[in-house]
Nanobody, 120 residues
Framework: QVQLVESGGGLVATGDSLRLSCAASGRTFTYMGWFRQAPGKERESVGAITLSGSTYYRDSVKGRFTISRDNAKNTVYLQMNSLKPEDTAVYYC????????????????WGRGTQVTVSS
């Protein structure tokens, strides 16, 4: 049974940092992606990482967010620095073996999400 479990969310102030984790079990995915969804908005991509460690990011988080992967633990991390109120959302991780990394429809499996709230 495939399972993805996110953790690490919370309430922080503008400019603070958070590190999210996504532990996968049941299989290994070629791409592990992070998405977020704010109230009333569609789920949007944050970034993704391949098995080999190549990373991709949406423009608005480049330079602030970093995705890393521990293949031995089958866990992916999202380090978020210089957080802004517009980063407030539920953050989800997903796994897929297909492209494109930034489209939710490409992902087969999802975690339940973890809330990130950035106060102004």
């Amino acid at each position: 049974q495939v399972q993805l479990v996110e953790s690490g969310g919370g309430l922080v102030a503008t400019g603070d940092s958070l590190r999210l984790s996504c532990a996968a079990s049941g299989r290994t995915f070629t791409y592990m992606g992070w998405f977020r969804q704010a109230p009333g908005k569609e789920r949007e991509s944050v970034g993704a990482i391949t098995l080999s460690g190549s990373t991709y990011y949406r423009d608005s988080v480049k330079g602030r967010f970093t995705i890393s992967r521990d293949n031995a633990k089958n866990t992916v991390y999202l380090q978020m620095n210089s957080l802004k109120p517009e980063d407030t959302a539920v953050y989800y991780c997903g796994g897929t073996d297909t492209w494109p990394w930034n489209q939710p429809y490409a992902y087969n499996d999802w975690g339940r999400g973890t809330q990130v709230t950035v106060s102004s």
